[in-house]
Nanobody, 120 residues
Framework: QVQLVESGGGLVQPGGSLRLSCAAS????????MGWFRQAPGKEREFVAA?????TYADAVKGRFTISRDNAKNTVYLQMNSLKPEDTAVYYC????????????????WGQGTQVTVSS
């Protein structure tokens, strides 16, 4: 059984920054790929970033967001800079075996989500 717990969400002004964290328990963290997804009201869940040993990003966040992991702490991070109102969503981290993927259906453990609101 794996538990994923996100933290770090909140309210930020446009142009601001937030760092999300996702702490994992229950498995050998380093062998798994981790992903961040987001879901805005009335929209489908969408891919944001994923990492095995290196990161990959959705075009909408490329150059502004950075995904990283600390295997010693069983934690994956999402550094979000130059935030825009359209980044407002609930952000979820997820875990899968094998390589990183942009497809949420390949991830089988999910966190509870953390709200990010970008507004002046």
């Amino acid at each position: 059984q794996v538990q994923l717990v996100e933290s770090g969400g909140g309210l930020v002004q446009p142009g601001g920054s937030l760092r999300l964290s996702c702490a994992a328990s229950g498995r050998t963290f380093s062998i798994y790929a981790m992903g961040w997804f987001r879901q805005a009201p009335g929209k489908e869940r969408e891919f944001v970033a994923a990492i095995s040993w290196t990161g990959t990003y959705a075009d909408a966040v490329k150059g502004r967001f950075t995904i990283s992991r600390d295997n010693a702490k069983n934690t994956v991070y999402l550094q979000m800079n130059s935030l825009k109102p359209e980044d407002t969503a609930v952000y979820y981290c997820a875990l899968k075996s094998g390589g990183r993927s942009v497809d949420p259906s390949e991830y089988y453990y999910w966190g509870q989500g953390t709200q990010v609101t970008v507004s002046s």
